[in-house]
């Protein structure tokens, strides 16, 4: 009862401190209309040989490579100011456990995200009306959505932890989503397939966040998807309270 | 009610904090004293459970912090030394926040804001607020749940001279009922709030007693400043040193009328005003000045924090034989 009462109370705060900062309006603005201008007119959307205005090829495409900007973003501060400006010495001296904090200081900033992701539905509207998307994939394109902001979310919090510098942070955990999408695009699992094995395939295809996203776009939200982010989130949420509690030791 | 044993820390090879022991009972108000980077904050972090100690255990009310910590947190209110807060949030939006992590309402961020005179800021963002005005919102966020035991590191840092005596008193007051820890490069802060007072250096205890036993540690402690008139200067000398019990006779002045100077006693208690009276009377010299020397809690730490080579240095000056005569 406590742990979620003090998890709520520092969720709070850290929302509160997201919004007063006025990065996370620029932040959110700022993913809003790269979604839409990227879908609108990289994309051939209006074109009248486009793929029947399905939102599984034109928008949820984008999402993934602007929110492997936009999640460290928005969590490079999270450990990153407390440690700079010494307010984690206040927090942790607060009758409160250390995952409690972490956990309140995730979900505030995973709203940010989650909140710059459903400004997104005016495109959403604009394809309903155009055509007849399928309400599946929409909701597996959100989903996926959030679930891959969530993990990135998470890399960027233990990478936080490491550091005092928020653009140190920002670079590190920019290069590790980049990095963990990288290792499982068809080319890379082909030629691990053909010179390290099909094995080591396997291993970098379910490490990699890119098969997951994909199939979740297309609105297959299978068990194994689910389960692999929330071990991802859930493995560097505790990385990151191993960090906070050896820096001190 | 706080009970440090044996504590050490150790960075990398840095050894911090080198086996310190102490107890603070209720009611009692502790000064930490010692010089930049003796292992005061360290210290200060370890008892208040932010770091994990190398070895050695601290017990809040006799609750083990390495055990539980949350437990032994709710009854500590702690002050850290920089002053942090988060400066993007007001005054009184900061003390709520704490207010609810620590189970307490609104009427006790109202009574924190009264104590610590925070009333005209309550309302200002945290990051406009002058230096003096931040560090009292930090004390205000270390009293508020009215705690068992405070953990002040330097409490009156950046306070102007009204705030440091308002500060000085708000510790005495609370130390009445509280078990109290703070640390201070003030002495007088010292002599005006302390029970006790400790002083590290190097990470060790190096003196721990009440202020006015270190004080009698120092070594002009005792000795009388006089100035006596009537005879040739180096005549009153000799009589002085002739006394028992004084072990030298320091010169500021001499003439061929007054001697001004300090007489040192042999032991560090005050016994030679007497003598000194009685010799004036019996040789009708007139003594103008007498005084004795408390010895000052400042002498006290300069001469057992300095280092060995400055101590055997000022020992030679001082028995430098043109100005002193031995007994
Ligand atoms: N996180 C840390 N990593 C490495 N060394 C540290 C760390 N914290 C403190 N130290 C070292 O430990 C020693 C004691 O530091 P501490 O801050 O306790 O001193 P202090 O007595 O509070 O000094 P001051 O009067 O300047 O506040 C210093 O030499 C300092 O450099
Ligand atoms: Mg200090």
Redesign the pocket.
Known sequence: MSALKNIWIVYNRELKAQFNSMLAYVFIVIFVLLSMSLTFLLDDFFAPNAQDASLEFSFFRWPMWLLMFLAPAVGMRLWAEEQRTGTIELLLTMPLAVWHAIVGKYLAALSVITIAILFTFPIVITVAYLGDPDNGTVWGGYLACIFYGGGALAITCAVSALTRSSVACLIIALALCFGQLLIAIPPVLEYAADNWGGRVADVLGSLGTWAHYTEMKRGVISFANVVFYLSMIGFCLFLTSVVIKSKRS | MISVRNLSKS??Q?L??DDISFEVKKGEVLGFL??????????MRMVTGYLPPTSGEVFIDGINVAENSIGAKQKIGYLP?AAPLYSDMTVSSFLSFIAELRGKGKSDVEAAIDICFLGPVKRQSIDTLSKGYRHRTCLAQSILHDPEILVL??PTDGLDPNQKQEVRNLIKRMGEDKAIIF?T?ILEEVEAACTRAII?DQ?RVVADGAPNDLKAKASGSGSHTVKISGMAGSGIRSELSSISGVKMVREFASSESSFSGQVIPSKKINTNGESIFNLCKEKGLLLEELRVEEGRLDEVFREITKTDTEISERNVKEEDPEKVVQD
């Not at chain 2, 010692?34 to 210290?43: D, F, I, M, Q, R």
């Open positions: 960075f990398g840095k911090a904090v010692g010089p930049n980077g003796a292992g005061k904050s360290t210290t030394e590191d330097e640390s490069h590290i990470g």
